[in-house]
């Protein structure tokens, strides 16, 4: 008897989602629990796994298709293997059993599946477009796992010619098409929508890093130790932020319509870089962390971003935001507001610089800060002093400690 395989039910942020890559075909065997498709939506990747052992009867929704929450893409056939699938399992085992036999022979169907099924769902997304296959593929993330740049890099390695290489037309110049991911869609448009729906602007500062860097060489072996974390600057930046939004509440407010929501929490989104684009999981309650919880809490979101395993749960909500460009070395820039937030605050590379200090010229390790903001709601002066804030309680740390 054939079972209704539906998409998961979205939360109320997501409207609607796009099947990525049908793992699994009508008449192929399944097990229980294992991912037959992916559901690609505006934030993250969704799984479909497998209700049961059996096979999949047919397939209603094709890759490509749009479909709504909780709505029927597959018929399943439990218990039952069809004869189809009972040819195809025994000449996999046939080409399993052959490609044993010859060590030349490479990687059989089903080890390259299951090589592929391990991998994160933006990665099985692209082995599958670009007809790569993983075993091919040369691994440089955690543990030898496969990223999407593997792919795109092993792609764009020439090809070993058989006998003599092709000739190119001098002058001649390669264009590749590709359909934008739902996620970058989604991304472009709330970024044009924040552009052209907000009154933004941008106020710049910088801050002296040497004691920062020298409260850290001093006691990270110790935190890592006691709190088995490594002490990074992020947590303190994620610190002197929930302050600063204490002390101008403003800056952690939203507009909603006509009415100003002035959020009595502080839950602070650090922008994390993933394969798929940038992903901003948020930070909830930072408030009551301490810094050992805060940097646990961006290494365990930069891991599920990195295997493809944000939920849509870690990524709502958030009051205000943290950017990091110094990371990719920008230097300078003006970030965009992540709304219905009103501000975001910019973080930028380490650069030693001469400066004057008490009428003597010191190299120092500066840093530029930008926080952009609505204007619509938060007037130059609140935007100011929260950034000089800021400044303020990462040139003199002891103030973060003692809430001075």
């Not at 998409?7 to 049908?22: H, L, Q, R, Y």
């Not at 796992?145 to 092709?166: F, Y």
């Not at 409260?215 to 974390?229: L, N, P, S, T």
């Amino acid at each position: 008897m054939a079972t209704e395989i539906k998409a998961p039910v979205f939360p109320e942020s997501v409207a609607d989602g796009t099947i990525a890559t049908w793992h699994k075909q009508p008449g192929e065997a399944v097990s229980r629990d294992e991912v037959i498709c992916d559901i690609e939506t505006d934030k993250v990747v969704l799984e479909v796994v497998a209700p049961a052992d059996g096979t999949i009867a047919s397939i209603i929704k094709n890759e490509g298709d749009t479909v709504l929450s909780a709505e029927v893409i597959a018929q399943f056939e439990e218990g039952a293997v069809s004869g189809a699938a009972q040819t195809q399992a025994v000449q996999s085992e046939e080409k399993v059993e052959q490609a044993a036999a010859n060590t030349e022979a490479g990687n059989s169907p089903i080890v390259e599946r299951q090589q592929v099924q391990d991998q994160a769902p933006a990665v099985r997304k692209a082995l599958t477009e670009s007809g790569v296959a993983a075993a091919d593929v040369a691994g440089t993330g955690r543990g030898g796992r496969i990223t999407k740049e593997d792919v795109a890099n092993h792609q764009a390695k020439p090809a070993a010619p058989a006998v003599a290489p092709l000739s190119v037309a001098v002058g001649e110049r390669i264009e590749k098409r590709v359909p934008m991911t739902r996620l970058r869609k989604r991304v472009a448009e709330r970024l044009l929508a924040a552009t052209q729906e907000t009154a933004m602007l941008t106020t710049f500062n910088e801050v002296n890093m040497k004691p920062i860097m020298e409260m850290r060489a001093q006691y990270k072996d110790a935190f890592e130790k006691r709190h088995g974390a490594r002490l990074g600057f992020m947590s303190f930046f994620v610190k002197a932020a929930t302050e600063a939004l204490k002390r101008y509440p403003a800056v952690n407010a939203s507009i909603d319509g006509d009415d100003i929501v002035y959020h009595g929490y502080y839950d602070i989104g650090v922008a994390v870089s993933s394969e798929r684009g940038l992903v901003v999981p948020v930070l909830r309650d930072t408030d009551r962390m301490n810094y050992a919880e805060v940097e646990n809490g961006i290494r365990a979101y930069a891991a599920k971003a990195r295997d493809g395993k944000l939920g849509i749960e870690d990524m709502t909500g958030g009051t205000f935001t943290i950017t990091n460009g110094g990371t990719f070395g920008s230097l300078l820039s003006t970030p965009i507001l992540n709304t219905p937030q009103t501000a975001i605050l910019g973080m930028h590379k380490i650069q030693e610089r001469p400066m004057a200090v008490n009428g003597q010229v010191e190299i120092l390790p500066m840093m530029y800060l930008a926080l952009s903001y609505d204007h619509r709601l938060i007037d130059g002066k609140e935007a100011v002093g929260f950034l000089v804030t800021i400044k303020e309680l990462l040139e003199e740390p002891a103030r973060l400690i003692l809430d001075l």
